[in-house]
């Protein structure tokens, strides 16, 4: 099919919220001959432009069309005009009607219930595969289409590698088809996520503007989600605050220009942190860093108050399981016993890929060093009212502020090492992360191989203070008390990177 065109009305202007197998082929028949049309673009309420442009079926497009025998596929031959075309049976024998047909033909694998993909391909000024649906008792097919789409208008002088829509229920997976000669609705029925991706084979540069286009089932979504991916490994996330309408046959425009897209690395999280004089500015990781001995993975864990506690306990080459406390410079090797302090790397520069979190990193991950934990808790502007110990959701840790700060409404925050004024719901704590607040959870240690459960958390530095004496300086963090301070190198902490604001 022709990609430069639906025809989906825009409903929406917002600015600042925020595969599978085709029926079974039998033996070539001569099968029935179909006229197939597309939906009445009157008013540019149906599926045919994008700027005016019909979307025209070409030469070769197929469908599946499924009658009392099976499935049969079809393969078109455009007519004038061009929004109509003859389809020819290609294989399959459908018998006799009613007939239900099927656009593209991997749309469904039974004839009655259809899949919405989970990741959907770019195509430019259009739509890949926009799902259409027809009932016939005789050779004509009027197609409808089963979706509405959001058309993202994006400005910002970057490379789209894909876009990641979040809703707060399924927007993939089967859904039923009710039809009725009217218009069709959907009913989802099983499987599918509420995340669709939509993927673009080669970066696309947003820096003079460009419309993506992802289609999803009608229905209005409240907190809808919207990240943008670069080539780079940046991102950006803007969630609405207001409900997001989809319709049937129509598309919702968003438009996000340069002043509205802020991006960082991706799996990232909070705001951005001063680390010197010089107004250098990290990032930090969305979690603490993870390990996976059996397969050598490294990864972020999914939360900023995960840790895995006891489990560090269960330290070999082969453990399959996550540890999370690790001895000073075990880049490497994180199985060090409780004498082998040989490796000094650290956990500096993390290269690409090196991180298995939202997909390929080219961005490196490192540790900061004594004097940058210090600027953070001392130095920077208004440092002393931008940390504070708590608790979220019951877990014990310290919170750190970015440099801007605004303190959202409905949360009260209180600087300094007293956790008892700081008690987070969770709720109460996605409203502080997603106004830039980092998060340290008191994930306790590990020495001699032992773990040791507590209210204390310790983070390397990637400063060591005595190689001789097999030491190195550590942030920690008590209920009652935080600092900077040394240790052996054998002991096991966490480890959380930052990567910076280039």
Known sequence: MKRTAISLTSLLV?????????????????????????????GQNGKTTLSGTALNWVSGDRIAVYGTDGCGIYSATPQEPATTAIFDNVSGE??????????????TTDGVNITLPAT????????????????SSDNTLAFKNLCGALKLH??????????????????????????????????????????????????????????????LPEGSYSGLQIELN?????????????????????????????????????????????????????????????????????RFAENQYDYLGADNANISASYS???????WGTGNNPTLSSTDNSDYSTFVDWGTNSISNGGEQTNSWRTLSRDE????LNGRSGAAMKYGTCSVNGIYGIV??????????????????????????????????????VFLPSAGDRYSNIYTEGDDGNYWTSTIFSEAEASDVYFWVQSNAGGVGYYYLHFGFSVRLVSDNN
């Not at 509420?194 to 084979?201: D, E, F, K, Q, R």
């Open 120 to 135: 959907q391909t770019y195509v430019e000024n259009s739509i890949h595969e926009f799902p259409m649906y027809a009932e």
């Open 373 to 376: 934990w210090d600027y953070i």
């Open 230 to 298: 670069t080539v780079d490994g940046l991102s950006c996330i803007k969630t609405a605050n207001t409900a997001i309408t989809v319709a049937r046959s129509q598309y919702t425009l968003i438009t996000f220009n340069s002043s509205d897209l802020h991006f960082r690395p991706i799996g990232s999280v909070g705001g951005l942190f001063s680390i010197n004089a010089d107004g250098d500015q990290v990032w930090f990781s969305q979690g603490n860093l993870q390990y996976q001995a059996s397969t050598g993975t490294w």
């Open 154 to 215: 994006l400005t910002a002088n970057v490379n789209i590698s894909s876009i990641v829509v979040t809703a707060a229920n399924e927007i993939n997976g089967t859904f039923s088809v009710n039809y009725n000669a009217g218009d069709p609705q959907l009913t989802h029925v099983s499987g599918g996520s509420n995340t669709t991706i939509l993927s673009c084979a080669t970066a696309q540069s947003i820096a003079s503007g460009m419309d993506f286009f992802i289609y």
């Open 400 to 437: 750190l502020l970015p440099d801007n700060w605004e303190q959202p409404a409905g949360v009260n925050f209180t600087s300094g090492y007293n956790y008892l004024q700081n008690n987070f719901s969770l709720a109460q704590w996605c409203t502080m992360e997603a106004a830039g607040a």
């Open 321 to 327: 399981g996550w540890i999370d406390l690790f001895g």
């Open 14 to 42: 917002l600015s600042t919220l925020f595969t599978l197998t085709s029926c079974n082929k039998e033996e070539a028949s001569n099968g029935t001959q179909f006229r197939a049309s597309m939906e009445d673009c009157t």
């Open 94 to 107: 459908i018998g006799d009607p009613t007939f239900r047909a099927f656009y593209p033909t991997t749309l």
